[in-house]
């Protein structure tokens, strides 16, 4: 794979990458994510990596060797329908060689700058920090990136998921364009809307009712090992929610394996069907347990939080979520404040 030089400063440089090479991918293998707070390992990188939507990585690399990266996905999402050239950071992380020194955030700016540089068009520049991640928050805030709003982690979860036998497949070219122009309505009203990971592997699914759509979602199957939670809650989830008899169903933090939703529909007032859909999605994998990201302000999470019933692991999860840090070139103040008025639209891909 072609590689361009961006800076060289000492024994440290700093690597441009159309896709991610093979070393890229060894380096996430043997990453912990979130550097305070919760500390896990992503078990399965090696395939949702090969999914990424237009990936260029930006590699630190100490003797040829990686040390930090950065993935920067090229998208389109819109903003109140208004499409806008758009890179979505993924992948943001330093090994041990230069983690917690300050070599990192002076790394960071630089990275940041590489992208900027030569970029003619409105552009807008998405990261994200986990909440409680003080480190990498500063990282990027020093790297000029500001906080445009709040991610709530929501779970959904059943012990003993049962199948629903309307859910359809959505598979056929016609019925994916019936979704999208079902969902581009939907969130009109949204900032960041974009579908780059719907009907991958054909798992979007809908339930109608007399022929309409009335609930749907994409899901990603994903597995995750849990190494570190914080506080004494955390101690307890950790330790001891494991070892009780349905409950380790749930959550097993050695192999926490769950279906990631995105593109969520819901007609209002169907909100039941829709958990009947993430039910059947569950029962389909054979897994127990589901988390999907919501703005804090959006108004689809606030009306299934209403309704309640989406199960023990939700609590667990209730105080997690994700900030959305932003960077603009050639973006006008109206067009800022816009984006800044609008609920965030999320989609799970861009977490998992």
């Not at 920090?129 to 990498?136: L, Y």
């Not at 959904?156 to 199948?163: G, I, L, M, Q, Y």
């Not at 973006?331 to 989609?347: C, F, G, H, M, N």
Request: overall charge positive.
């Amino acid at each position: 794979m072609e590689r361009k030089l961006v800076l060289q400063e000492n024994d440290l440089t700093i690597w441009k990458y159309h896709g991610i090479p093979e070393a890229g991918i060894a380096f996430f293998n043997n990453t912990n994510w979130g550097s305070a707070g919760t500390v896990y390992e992503r078990k399965n990188s090696n395939e949702l990596i090969q999914l990424l939507k237009d990936p260029y990585l930006y590699a630190i690399e100490q003797n040829n060797v990686i040390v930090g990266t950065a993935v920067f996905c090229h998208t389109q999402p819109l903003v109140a329908t208004q499409p806008y050239n758009c890179y979505i950071i993924r992948y943001f992380a330093a090994g041990a060689a230069i983690q917690g020194k300050k070599i990192i955030k002076h790394f960071a700016g630089k990275v940041m700058e590489a992208v900027r540089e030569g970029e003619t068009e409105k552009t807008i520049y998405v990261g994200c920090v986990e909440k409680g991640n003080i480190r990498s928050y500063k990282v990027v805030e020093n790297a000029s990136y500001e906080k445009l709003g709040l991610l709530q982690v929501q779970a959904f979860s059943r012990f003993f998921p049962k199948a629903q036998a309307n859910m359809e497949q959505i598979s056929e070219k016609e019925k994916q364009h019936e979704v999208l122009t079902l969902l581009k309505q939907h969130y009109k009203d949204h900032a960041l809307v974009h579908t780059d990971y719907l009907f991958l592997k054909n798992n979007y699914f809908v339930i109608r009712e007399n022929g309409e759509i009335v609930a749907g979602c994409q899901y990603h199957r994903v597995h995750w090992a849990i190494n570190q939670m914080p506080g004494i809650m955390g101690k307890i989830i950790m330790n001891i929610l494991p070892r009780l008899p349905l409950i380790n169903k749930l959550f097993n933090p050695k192999r926490f394996e769950f279906l990631a939703f995105e593109g969520l529909y819901v007609k209002p007032g169907y909100e039941k069907t829709l958990l009947r859909l993430f039910e059947g999605l569950l029962h389909r994998e054979k897994l127990n347990s589901s988390l999907f990201w919501m703005a804090e302000n959006c108004p689809y999470r606030k009306s299934l939080v209403a309704y309640g019933k989406l199960g023990l692991l939700n609590s667990f999860v209730k105080d997690s979520g994700v900030y959305i840090m932003t960077s603009y070139k050639h973006l006008d103040e109206q067009e800022i404040v816009t984006l800044r008025s609008k609920p965030l639209y999320a989609s799970a891909f861009d977490y998992i």
